[in-house]
């Protein structure tokens, strides 16, 4: 895949350390030729983040946040300045209060539920707005990541499903509002994931444990499989692929019940 995306620049936001779903598939869109940009948010992030970014050979890094219009403002102003053009941004971006990510969602805080959709899945209606009008020239891709807790019921994944369901009907309607314009939007769906992210939910070594002994593959995702599937959804190959939602959890999704010699 060394040269599938030679020549394509774009953003990826989202990155927290080296085991990030987001850092996975940032070392395969490198890999595949792009070039890349990254966003962080503060600074304790940014040093993580800047020695990943060397590895890559990008030396363009933004500090955002997302719930913040001026500083989404001056991030993408910064990047057009760097490049007149854009051909995908990643959002890897989501956050919910962790002493709520256990128990009963019933006792969803009106606060949180607020924090955790405006950051998990309103950011990328905020990201596409202003990536749109780098991708119209030569059409884009935008991407974003979700998990089956948004349709299925998953312990302790409570409010967190619920922005996801939001962030994947939002991938629909942008693939809809972007679509005669070339632009691409889908969503990536892996499998649970031994990420930073994937800690703060209770139980989460359990459901790891779960997924790895009943998918039909008997194993969880990897992060060179996600960061293949961004390459695909970027790349030539995905052209025709928008408003999808792909899954990339060793088939866990088709399950009615765990295997039978887990029952």
Request: net charge negative; charged share 20%; glycine share 10%.
């Amino acid at each position: 895949m060394s040269d599938q995306l030679r020549g394509k620049r774009g953003l990826v936001m989202g990155v927290a350390n080296e085991r990030s779903i987001a850092w996975g598939i940032a070392k395969a869109l490198a890999g595949a030729g792009a070039e890349l940009a990254f966003t962080y948010q503060g600074e304790a992030f940014g040093s993580r983040l800047k020695p990943l970014a060397d590895s890559v050979g990008s030396d363009f890094m933004v500090d955002v946040d997302v719930t913040d219009d001026v500083s989404l403002d001056a991030a993408f102003e910064q990047l057009g300045t760097r490049w007149p053009t854009l051909d995908f941004v990643v959002h890897a971006i989501a956050f919910s209060d962790k002493s709520e990510l256990t128990g009963r969602f019933l006792n969803t805080s009106r606060a949180n539920f607020k924090a955790t959709m405006d950051i998990s899945a309103y950011s990328f209606v905020e990201v596409a707005r202003r990536a749109h009008p780098m991708m119209v020239e030569n059409g884009g891709t935008l991407i974003t990541l979700t998990y089956q807790g948004s349709n299925k019921v998953v312990p302790n994944y409570n409010v967190m499903g619920v922005a996801k369901a939001a962030l994947e009907a939002a991938t629909r309607y942008l693939a809809n509002d972007l679509g005669p314009e070339g632009i691409r939007v889908n969503a990536i769906s892996p499998g649970p994931m031994k990420t930073l992210a994937g800690a703060a939910i209770g139980g989460a070594r359990k459901t790891y444990k779960h997924t790895d002994m009943n998918a039909p593959l008997r194993a969880n995702a990897t992060l060179d499989a996600v960061g293949g599937t961004a390459v695909y959804l970027i790349s030539d190959a995905g052209a025709c692929t928008t408003g999808e939602i792909l899954h990339v959890d060793g088939g866990f999704h088709v399950l009615g019940m765990p295997q039978y010699e887990n029952l």
